[in-house]
């Protein structure tokens, strides 16, 4: 049996918004955490392989709740425009590129299915844990239909590589496509309840889907234990998603106090993404986004900061997400720093620890340093309390361990 491991001489963040810990230390056995606490009370197995992080920040691997890791370029055309060996080489670099900027979980809202996660979880390439939710289930000109207005084909989905959107306009539609997306090994289902900014047919006011179409998809995931996230923007189209039963509403731009308070009833989790709309909004024009898009990125942006303030104010759970696509990939731990503008840097970093844990039902297992979890560690250089821009990047995370395995050591550097 391998040795304990013990990661000393470190600030600790556990994760559940505690004080942070002072010169203290985490004892790590095969994939679990089995002790915490100041270094000099802790017993250290003689045998243990000791590593001093150097008065350094020990945190929870961070968890970002809304990625799309197959999006390695901007635009659907990602798929026909090149041959799929060279995207799915791309994929895993996006994968291995996440985990080196301290996640060691993702929830992937759409775009790969369990081909990429059985890849990371079989060791073939260095990654985060995905969640992946495979298609996404999208109305006809919905949120999900990359269809061009001039075309009337999408590319066929090739299992076990590609999940391109699923096309569902009835209850039976989407019950099937649901219970497709389950076999390829979706962890949750991911629906498109609203129109979007980087959809080429609709505007992001509408609501999409009917509540009969999103339940018969949140049915078929709770048959076997699994939740629905829903893209949302309005009230109503808030307000759909919850009527139907999802408890992970993403972006929710333009929510209002009432609808806030119906999710806090509910126990639904707000999932902010707003990295993305300041992303696109600065960087978009340069990467060919198209006017149009821009032009809802930037009112969707500008309902991101209020929205957040109204679900903190209402006391509902506030998760974390990125949302990035394509050249922007690197940059999902700005989402922490745009949240601390708002919720402060203790909370920013709870919402992506313990609180997505929570969202993703692996509270038991991640989100927090505690014996008896998994070993999802990572020491970064500075304090994110005093400076929680550092995590922007990724040089600044030094390393990364996940389940007790380290996957990348750079302290030394
Ligand atoms: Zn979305
Ligand atoms: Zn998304």
């Known amino acids: 049996m391998a040795p304990v491991i013990a990661l000393q001489n470190g600030l600790i963040i556990d994760g559940t918004g505690a004080d942070p810990l002072v010169k203290s230390a985490v004892l790590v056995e095969g994939p679990n955490i089995i002790g915490v606490g100041p270094s000099d009370r802790l017993s250290i197995p003689s045998d243990a392989r000791v590593i001093d992080v150097g008065g350094r920040t020990i945190l929870p691997g961070l968890i970002d709740a809304h990625t799309h890791l197959g999006s390695t ?42 081909g990429f996660a059985q890849a990371v979880a079989e060791g073939h390439i260095r990654g985060p844990r995905i969640l992946p939710s495979g298609a996404m289930i999208s109305q006809t000109g919905g949120h999900g239909d990359w269809r061009q207005r001039y075309q009337e084909h999408l590319s066929p989905t090739i299992p076990g590589l590609t999940a391109l959107p699923a096309i569902c306009d009835s209850p039976d539609d989407a019950r099937k496509a649901a219970r497709e997306q389950l076999r390829r090994g979706a962890t949750q289902i991911k629906v498109m309840a609203a129109g979007g900014a980087m959809s080429p047919a609709d505007e992001l006011a509408t609501t999409q889907l009917t509540v009969e179409e999103i339940a018969a998809a949140v049915h078929e995931a709770r048959a076997v234990g699994k939740i629905v996230m829903a893209h949302t923007y309005s009230p109503a189209s808030i307000s759909n998603a919850l009527d139907a039963g999802v408890l992970s509403i993403e972006h929710g731009n333009f ?159």
């Not at 999802?376 to 990724?394: S, T």
């Open 73 to 114: 370029d901007l635009g659907p055309e990602v798929l026909t425009s090149q041959p799929l060996a060279v995207w799915a080489m791309k994929v895993s670099q996006v994968i291995e590129n996440t985990l080196d900027a301290g996640f060691t979980t993702v929830r992937d809202a759409g775009g790969i299915d369990g």
């Open 255 to 413: 929510l209002d106090e009432k609808t806030a308070a119906k999710m806090k009833t509910l126990g639904a989790f707000l999932v902010p993404t707003i990295t993305t709309y300041e992303l696109i909004d600065t960087f978009g024009e340069s990467y060919g986004v198209p006017a149009f898009n821009l032009e809802k990125i930037r009112f969707a942006k500008n309902g991101c900061f209020e929205s957040l303030r109204i679900a903190t104010a209402a006391g509902v759970k506030i998760g974390s997400g990125s949302d990035l696509l394509g050249p922007m990939q690197p940059f999902k731990a700005m989402e922490l720093s745009l949240k601390a503008s708002v919720l402060g840097p203790m909370a920013a970093i709870v919402s992506a620890t313990r609180t997505n844990a929570e969202l993703l039902g692996l509270a038991d297992r991640t989100g927090t340093i505690e014996s008896g979890k998994w070993a999802d560690i990572i020491v970064v250089e500075g304090n994110p309390l005093d400076d929680i821009d550092l995590l922007r990047n990724k040089d600044n995370v030094r390393l990364v361990m996940k389940e007790g395995a380290i996957l990348k050591d750079a302290l030394e550097v």
